[in-house]
């Protein structure tokens, strides 16, 4: 089992910056692809990015929509993916989930997550 707790969601304006943190508990960290993804009101959830388990040094993926304004990353020892958010838009407004899979390969399909977080809001204001 895996536990996910994400934090460091709120309310910012266009153009500013948050990072959002997970909190890992349970099995080997280390062993698990992490992801997030995140829905909007009255959307489908998606894929926002994802960084392999540490055995495969560096390997990040991120959806198009983020990239070049996103970045995340992992601290093994503290069991915790970061999700660093900057110049962010409205469009950036939505609950943001934490995800687990125990695989080295990263997947964007939120159902090849297996362990979810209970997600955290972030409201980007215009």
């Known amino acids: 089992q895996v536990q996910l707790v994400e934090s460091g969601g709120g309310l910012v304006q266009a153009g500013g910056s948050l990072r959002l943190s997970c909190a890992a508990s349970g099995r080997t960290f280390s062993s698990y692809t992490m992801g997030w993804f995140r829905q909007a009101p009255g959307k489908e959830r998606e894929f926002v990015a994802a960084?392999?388990?540490?055995?495969?040094?560096?390997?990040?993926y991120y959806a198009d929509s983020v990239k070049g304004r996103f970045t995340i990353s992992r601290d093994n020892a503290e069991n915790t993916v970061f999700l660093q958010m900057n110049s962010l838009k409205p469009e950036d407004t939505a609950v943001y989930y934490c995800?687990?899979?125990?695989?080295?390969?990263?997947?964007?399909?939120?159902?090849?997550?297996?362990?979810w977080g209970q997600g955290t809001q972030v409201t980007v204001s215009s």
């Open positions: 960084i392999s388990w540490s055995r495969i040094t560096g390997r990040v």
């Open positions: 995800a687990a899979r125990e695989s080295q390969y990263i997947a964007t399909t939120q159902n090849l997550y297996y362990y």
